[in-house]
């Protein structure tokens, strides 16, 4: 269970759109961090895209991770930038937990205070 949880953090750190759905479930759920819901594989392979547009060195840096029967727990930092635009570089401090069903990740959900990330974005527009 925690491997594929690593493998799929690692596929993220790698924007490995084509790894990241071998992980997933056909319905696998990510919820952000202002509990918006997107369902299906193949949905979250296109908003991966999407997201690694926006933020091309998007990384996840894992400093714990805890582990029940059905569910894991990852603490650290997330941090990209913006565009690649110069001056518009973030690094929060983060939460994730992921189910994972048959070594695949069923839920994948972020948990953080992005508003500095958001402060960035209007910043450049």
């Not at 594929?4 to 759905?21: P, R, T, Y």
């Not at 299906?40 to 997201?51: C, I, L, P, S, T």
Request: glycine fraction near 4%.
């Amino acid at each position: 269970m925690k491997k594929a949880v690593l493998d799929f953090v690692n596929a993220i750190n790698e924007a490995d759109i084509e790894k990241l759905g071998e992980l997933m479930t056909d319905d696998h759920v990510f919820i952000d961090s202002q509990d918006n819901r997107m369902t299906g594989r193949e949905k979250m392979k296109h908003a991966w895209n999407e997201y690694y547009k926006l933020f091309p060195d998007y990384q996840i840096e894992i400093t714990e991770v805890f582990q029940n029967e059905s569910l894991i727990c990852l603490t650290g930092y997330a941090s990209g930038t913006y565009l690649n635009l110069k001056d518009a570089h973030w690094r929060i401090p983060a939460a994730w937990t992921a189910k994972v069903m048959d070594n695949k990740i069923s839920e994948w959900k972020v948990i953080a205070d992005n508003s500095v990330v958001l402060d960035i974005i209007n910043q450049c527009h």
